[in-house]
């Protein structure tokens, strides 16, 4: 085991590890002592006797009490100390993983994921545990069992320990190939999950396009390529107990062989044989649960360096060295020259503009033209490679990452909803003190969140209202409801900055223009960022910003964009086409402009 981390855990426990190793040295040497009291026993009765038999039945029971309160001393204190590495382990790698920008869940899979967090998890727990707890046991064991039985009879010992190499032998050639099929036994449960976790969460998919049995023989592959490792794992394991079994059967042929012989010839007691053969049989188990220790230390150990890959990952954004906290955050924006790349690919391009606090800036483009990628820069979901994004003047990356996203709040074009109440979802990213869990009819706040969003008339329709559980991912909302929990979600922390990234698009024109009325109110003391394919949504903005391949193609107020003739002037022809198909009864198609609704803003 070649891990700093694994041992950082062990020693961070040292003291109750030491505990259980000095139970264990004690629980072996009572067993040690045992075989002297039966070779008493034995020539005690040999010589006639049978009167002391008492009291060495009496020395056995008291050894073996001891041994059995040593043993329970020592699983109890290894054992626990094994839990609370577990959990130690599961925290940090779940505080891990919250650290992990979006880039790197695009690079990862759940199911990847998830087989970490449970199988191998489980067996560093198993190494930290019983392997660590037997590997000193047996230890002790072998070493006082052979310097007991030297004592006895050297050259009967050396005989019975020619059987050593060959265990050593066994070892080498079976550990190995059992740390690489171990290997591939995780790596494929992993793909298994990632099958499992992907067709249940696009459930609906499967259905509409009538998959379930292409599916169910997709995931019947991945099962058969699971049970195939672990019974090509499994064949390599059960070599190791019945090879360990069968050389120590040779060995107890030899000695009855030749220790038999030695009793005949005068060279050994009777009594001291049957203690020789008591070590023998002693020294028979750890030698035989050192295959098991091997499958342990090489399961764990490949567990824990498939963790170490995940740990050893550093988030590429962070708090830097000294953040500056954003106490009371006015809301001012700046973009200076903003380059955004993945995987060496341009996103954005020398993006600038600038937002004052408490103004709305919409931003429009094409599919594709950087518009999500731009907003998510504010929160510090990406990183620029070049140029700046800065918040009251400071650049975002000099700021703690908790005080930044305190003070701005995105609603994401891909809504996420946990499988809990509506009431706790619109909670998410609140404490205790500003609005309690458990509060009647979900409490004041998210009830007034839920009104802003125009969510609180069909909240009123659900049997138990605020207290609806959602399921996985909000699957018994429809689209629209599930958009207007997560603007409700945004609404209730109350931030400086706002960004709606295309929170509208699967709510109908009349919801939309209500709720767009609703936040007009919120909107006028704060600063929003709003991306949206519907012109109706972001032609009262104060500034537009037009986006097409990762450049500003144009900027200004509807009015003026307008009239540019520009991009801008066609997506809005294109909206107002789609506005006349779209309305009942609609008269004959014109490609003018309508006339601006009201003046710009100042």
């Known amino acids: 085991m070649h891990s700093r981390r694994f041992w950082q855990y062990v020693r961070r426990h040292g003291r109750a590890y030491l505990i259980g190793y000095a139970a264990s040295a004690v629980a072996v040497a009572m067993a040690q002592l045992s075989p002297w009291a039966l070779r008493a026993a034995v020539d005690a009765i040999q010589h006639g006797a049978g009167g002391r038999l008492g009291m ?120 190995r190939e059992i740390h690489r099929r171990f290997d591939r036994v995780q790596a494929q449960f992993a793909s298994l999950s990632t099958r499992a976790q992907e067709n249940l969460s696009g459930i609906r998919v499967v259905k509409a396009f009538a998959q379930e049995p292409a599916e169910q023989a997709r995931f019947a592959e991945e099962v058969d390529a699971v049970v195939g490792v672990n019974m090509r794992l499994a064949r390599v394991q059960g070599a190791l107990w019945p090879a360990i079994g069968l050389i120590f059967g040779l060995a107890s042929v030899v000695l009855l062989w030749q220790g038999g012989d030695l009793v005949i010839r005068g060279g050994l007691t009777l009594g001291q044989m049957v203690q020789f053969s008591y070590y023998l049989a002693r020294l028979t188990f750890p030698m035989v649960a050192l295959g098991w220790i091997t499958n342990l230390w090489q399961q764990g150990s490949a567990s824990m360096q498939r963790l170490d890959e ?47 606090p408490g103004r709305t800036v919409a931003i429009v483009g094409p599919t594709g033209a950087g518009k999500s990628t731009l907003v998510g820069l504010v929160p510090r979901l990406y990183d620029p490679v070049q140029g700046q994004v800065l918040v009251d003047g400071r650049d975002v990356r000099s700021l703690s990452l908790v005080s930044l996203r305190r003070a701005v709040a995105l609603v994401p074009q891909e809504t996420f909803l946990f499988s809990d109440t509506l009431a706790e979802n619109v909670r998410l990213g609140l404490d205790g003190s500003e ?31 605020y207290e609806t559980v959602v399921g996985e991912r909000g699957v018994t909302l429809s689209g629209g409801q599930r958009q207007r929990t997560a603007l409700a979600r945004a609404v209730i ?31 006028a003391t704060r600063t929003c960022l709003v991306i949206s394919h519907r012109i109706s949504a972001v032609r009262d903005a104060d500034w537009i910003v037009v986006l097409r391949d ?39 198609i014109t490609t003018e402009p309508r006339p601006p609704s009201r003046a710009p803003r100042a």
């Open 56 to 175: 060495f039945a009496g020395i056995l029971a008291a050894l073996a009490l001891a041994e059995a309160a040593a043993t329970y001393v020592m699983r109890i204190r290894i054992l626990s100390v094994a839990y609370r590495i577990e959990s130690d382990l599961r925290h940090d790698y779940f505080a891990h993983l919250q650290r992990m920008p979006l880039r790197f869940y695009q690079r990862m899979s759940v199911g990847d994921l998830m087989a970490r967090a449970v199988n191998d998890i489980r067996a560093v727990q198993r190494l930290a545990g019983v392997g660590l707890m037997r590997s000193v046991q047996t230890t002790i064991m072998i070493v006082a069992s052979i310097a007991a039985m030297l004592t006895l009879h050297a050259g009967l010992t050396l005989l019975m320990l020619t059987v050593m190499p060959l265990i050593t032998l066994l070892y080498l050639g079976l550990g």
């Open 435 to 465: 609005e309690p869990a458990g509060a009647p009819d979900g409490g004041a706040a998210v009830t007034r969140a839920a009104a802003v969003a125009q969510l609180a008339g069909d909240i009123e329709r659900f049997p138990l209202r």
């Open 310 to 356: 995940i740990f050893s990952v550093t988030p590429e954004i962070r708090d830097p060295e000294h953040p500056a906290a954003l106490a009371t955050p006015r809301g001012a924006l700046e973009f200076k020259n903003v380059t955004v790349a993945f995987d060496g690919a341009r996103v954005l391009r020398d993006v600038s503009f600038a937002v004052p």
């Open 493 to 523: 922390r109350d931030p400086r900055i706002l960004i709606l990234d295309d929170a509208l698009s699967s709510v109908d024109t009349d919801t939309e223009r209500r709720i767009l009325a609703e936040l007009r109110g919120i909107m």
């Open 550 to 588: 990762g450049r500003i193609a144009e900027q200004g107020t509807h009015e003026t964009l307008v009239g540019a003739d520009g991009l801008y002037a066609a997506l809005y022809e294109q909206q107002l086409l789609r506005d006349e198909l779209d309305a009942p009864d609609a008269g004959p």
